[in-house]
Nanobody
Framework: QIQLVESGGGLVQAGESLRLSCAAS????????VGWFRQAPGKEREFVAS????????FYADSVKGRFTVSRDNAKNTVYLQMNSLEPEDLAVYYC??????????????????????WGQGTQVTVSS
């Protein structure tokens, strides 16, 4: 059973950066798709980014494209979300999620939550204007 722990959230001003980490224990992330989702107050959870396991291809929501970058370090069993030029609209709890082994998201990007079997507890990101 894989456990995921997010870290790196915090309070920043608009225009600043944060890097979120998703560290796994109990099993490897290296053969799984990892997605990042967020949920703002009063809103539904939404897809932010994902990264495939084979080619480490990143997929992004339009709202973060060009500002956020997803990456993975298989040696550390960790996936990162680098968030630059943060905006007040990015305020949310950010969750990472991992798929089953060998899931193929190379065409679809796995934008939906149903593609993932394991979820972290989330980390709060607050952006002040």
């Amino acid at each position: 059973q894989i456990q995921l722990v997010e870290s790196g959230g915090g309070l920043v001003q608009a225009g600043e950066s944060l890097r979120l980490s998703c560290a796994a224990s109990g099993a490897t992330l290296s053969r799984r798709v990892v997605g990042w989702f967020r949920q703002a107050p009063g809103k539904e959870r939404e897809f932010v980014a994902s990264i495939t396991w084979r080619a480490a291809t990143g997929f992004y929501a339009d709202s973060v494209k060009g500002r956020f970058t997803v990456s993975r370090d298989n040696a550390k069993n960790t996936v990162y979300l680098q968030m630059n030029s943060l905006e007040p609209e990015d305020l949310a709890v950010y969750y990472c999620a991992a798929s089953e082994l060998y899931k193929d998201c190379s065409d679809s990007g796995c934008y939906d939550g149903w593609s993932y079997d394991y979820w972290g507890q989330g980390t709060q990101v607050t952006v002040s204007s």
